[in-house]
Nanobody
Framework: QVQLVESGGGLVQPGGSLRLSCAAS????????IGWFRQAPGKEREGVAF?????VTYYADSVKGRFTISEDNVMVSLQRNSLKFEETAVYYC?????????????????????WGQGTQVTVSV
């Protein structure tokens, strides 16, 4: 059974930085991929970034140049810089047995079967 556990959320000031981590376990293949999503109050869940075990990465246009996703021994981190008020949300990592195949559709949350519990990030003064 695949399990994902996020950590690293908290309160950060606008313009600040925060690093989120996603610890994954239970993969049955050495080919995998993990996506980061966020959901603000009253809004739909949106894709933020994606990384595969082969090193392929994708980013939402809104975070390119400010967020960096990386992977080390099935621990996926999301370094987030220059945070904005509107990026207050619950952040989730997600995966699926076929996630490494997603490619350009990585941002579609409906494709993912496994989700972490989420970690709250609040951007505020």
């Amino acid at each position: 059974q695949v399990q994902l556990v996020e950590s690293g959320g908290g309160l950060v000031q606008p313009g600040g930085s925060l690093r989120l981590s996603c610890a994954a376990s239970g993969f049955t293949s050495d080919r995998f991929a993990i996506g980061w999503f966020r959901q603000a109050p009253g809004k739909e869940r949106e894709g933020v970034a994606f990384i595969s075990s082969s090193g392929v990465t994708y980013y939402a246009d809104s975070v390119k140049g400010r967020f960096t996703i990386s992977e080390d021994n099935v621990m996926v981190s999301l370094q987030r810089n220059s945070l904005k008020f509107e990026e207050t949300a619950v952040y989730y990592c997600a995966t699926d047995e076929d996630a490494w195949r997603f490619g350009g559709t990585w941002y579609d949350s409906r494709l993912y079967e496994y989700w972490g519990q989420g970690t709250q990030v609040t951007v505020s003064v």
